[in-house]
């Protein structure tokens, strides 16, 4: 019995279709991932309040500058719209820069803030933890500061700890550019959502924690995976770090080095101006990820990210002595 009559081999019709298939299969494989991945990233939360009950200036605010021109993850309308938000309600007129630091750009401006900048244009790309800044960018700010300047450094874990080192070692503060964790002062399973408490002794005796008076008072903060930091012997620990702490130089590493004695927030004087220099980000904004919109920052309830923002702000413009 001649079997190829029973079955046939495929014809070149049939190849075709096939082909076509698999190609279509691939593409709403790749639409699939694409959505999941975007799903998954964080953005800024369309939901956060940033009504302020007692605002620092009615009229006349400082000018604050906020810093887009070193391949900032976070921008003024991005990931950081609620803290750009928020200090606008407070009465700070917010101006986003767009060109390196100079004596002559800085001038104007009481506040700078400079959030997660990057050596390279995204943070998975080769160079992304080089240097952010020129030499001479960081002797402008350097200067600018000491003659009565407030700068609001942060730089989060690998890579932005890196890309930000030059600029915060001309103020003696160190980055691990590493990625800081602590089982003992965490939220449940997430060893990088760290806790800083009265209860638990972790935040400094500062007026950026004590506010202008007891309803601005911090009590409860929370950060969403930063680095360490190691501030000048005059600097103040913000949020410190528990002898249990440990950095990780990155996410897949196995070994670790202790952070006992590091910070992720320190404030320091320099000169006539102030500096406050943060080793995580995302507690400054107010973010959702994920289809479940997980939420990161300002908008956790419970916490005092908030008022900890805007206490930063109120001591770095003088409106907190």
């Not at 240097?131 to 960081?138: G, I, L, N």
């Not at 200067?143 to 070692?169: C, E, M, S």
């Amino acid at each position: 019995m001649n079997h190829d009559r029973l079955f046939p081999g495929p014809t070149p019709g049939f190849h075709l279709v096939y082909i076509i298939m698999m190609r279509l299969s691939l593409v709403i494989l790749a639409l699939f991932l694409t959505f999941s991945v975007a799903q998954a990233q964080q953005m800024a939360d369309s939901e956060f309040s940033v009504a302020i009950e007692n605002p620092a200036y009615s009229k006349n605010g400082p000018r604050l500058l906020f810093d887009e021109a070193h391949n900032n993850f976070h921008t003024a309308d991005g990931r950081y719209k609620p803290f750009a938000d928020l200090v606008f309600s407070d009465g700070y007129r917010l101006v986003r820069n767009r060109k390196p630091f100079t004596k002559e750009s800085l001038s104007s401006f009481k506040v700078l803030v400079i959030a997660n900048a990057l050596g390279a244009e995204e943070m998975d790309d080769e160079g992304a933890d080089k240097p952010a800044f020129t030499d001479e960018e960081c002797e402008a700010v350097r200067d600018w500061v000491k003659d009565g300047g407030g700068l609001l450094l942060i730089a989060d874990h690998t890579p932005f700890g890196g890309a930000a080192q030059t600029l915060a070692k001309q103020f003696g503060v160190e980055m691990s550019n590493s990625f800081t964790h602590d089982q003992a002062n965490s939220l449940k399973d997430e060893s990088t959502f760290l806790i800083y408490s009265r209860e638990n002794k972790l935040l400094g005796e500062h007026p950026i924690i004590e506010g202008r008076d007891s309803a601005e008072r911090i009590n409860k903060v929370m950060t969403f995976t930063g680095q360490s930091l190691k501030g000048p012997a005059d600097s103040v620990a913000l949020l410190k770090l528990a002898d249990s702490a440990k950095d990780v130089p990155d996410r897949e590493a196995k070994t670790s080095i202790s952070a006992a004695g590091r910070a992720q927030s320190v404030a320091l004087k320099f000169g006539k101006g102030r500096v406050v220099v943060q080793g995580e980000a995302a507690m400054l904004s107010a973010q959702v990820a994920g289809p479940e919109k997980f939420k990161m920052g300002m908008n956790v309830e419970g916490t005092d990210d908030k008022q900890f923002a805007l206490n930063i702000v109120h001591w770095l413009s003088g409106a907190l002595k």
